[in-house]
């Protein structure tokens, strides 16, 4: 039985002049403890994918299936979610963004102590008091990592989590993702578009191509990973014909 198994997902947008097939029919087995990376063109329904798994969005076809049982409204997977923007609530400080999940539970008072060990992992430890217009655009993608582990999910999606960011502030937060995943127990599956970062935190890099998995391409290499070598310039290859070959 596979750990997270989706079978024949599609997603169907109707517009009022078109009808738009964002997902044409996905098949995937997701291994536990993996780091999966999709990449493809814009467009192709990556977005559209993680949404559904995050429970966004509704499928028009197919299934989901976690540890043998069907997801739905009453199981959802236990996912944390990073989109493209940090997305910080204004009136909220850093911690209580962090804590944001608990609100409704009204924990959140609590919870100091969680906060201060999630502050610790995303290293802002100094800036659990700061409001989200202090910090920059890299501080503020570390507290959605940080909002998005605070349930302590088994998955953690993220898509484009680093694309607004210039490429200092980027690579400093791919090792700080590599080091949460190493950390161990969390799965990963992020969107990119940069094949290189896909190469560098990948286990498997899913290529899909309007709606339909192109490739899926499994990253034998360890951390961290040296770009120079033989085997991940060769997988770097690989991933970008597939890019190619999407049309
Ligand atoms: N809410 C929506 N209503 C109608 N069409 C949508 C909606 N969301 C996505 N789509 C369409 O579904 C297709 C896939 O969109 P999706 O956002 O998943 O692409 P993507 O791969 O994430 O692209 P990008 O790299 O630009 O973020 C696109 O044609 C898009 O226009
Ligand atoms: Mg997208």
């Keep these: 039985m596979s750990w997270l198994k989706i079978e024949g997902l599609k997603k169907n947008y109707e517009l009022e002049d078109m009808d738009v097939d964002a997902l044409r029919g996905i098949d995937l087995d997701i291994e536990e403890g993996g780091f999966i990376v999709i990449v493809g063109r814009s467009g192709s329904g990556k977005t559209t994918l993680l949404r559904i798994l995050a429970g966004l969005e509704k499928e028009t076809a197919g299934r989901i299936i976690?540890?043998?049982?069907?997801?739905?409204?009453?199981?959802p997977l236990p996912v944390g979610m990073?989109?493209?923007?940090a997305r910080l609530l204004p009136w909220l400080s850093v911690e209580n963004n962090i804590l944001f999940p608990f609100h409704h539970e009204g924990r959140a008072k609590d919870m100091h102590s969680k906060a201060v060990s999630l502050l610790k992992m995303i290293g802002l430890e100094e800036y659990g008091n700061a409001m989200p217009h202090q910090l920059s655009g890299g501080m503020a993608q570390r507290v959605a990592l940080g909002r998005a582990l605070s349930c302590d999910p088994d998955i953690v999606l993220l898509d484009e989590p680093l694309g607004a960011l210039d490429y200092f502030t980027r690579r400093a937060l791919q090792r700080e993702l590599a080091k949460i995943y190493l950390a161990g127990g969390k799965t990963f599956l992020m969107v990119t578009h940069d094949v290189g970062e896909a190469l560098r935190l990948g286990t498997r890099v899913i290529v899909l191509n309007r709606g339909k998995i192109e490739a899926s391409?499994?990253?034998?290499?360890?951390?961290?990973?040296?770009?120079?070598?033989?085997?991940?310039?060769?997988?770097?290859?690989?991933?970008?014909e597939a890019l190619d070959d999407a049309e």
């Design 66 to 75: 976690f540890k043998g049982r069907i997801c739905g409204e009453e199981h």
């Design 217 to 240: 391409i499994p990253i034998e290499l360890g951390y961290p990973r040296d770009r120079h070598s033989d085997k991940f310039q060769s997988l770097l290859d690989e991933v970008l």
């Design 82 to 85: 990073v989109f493209q923007e």
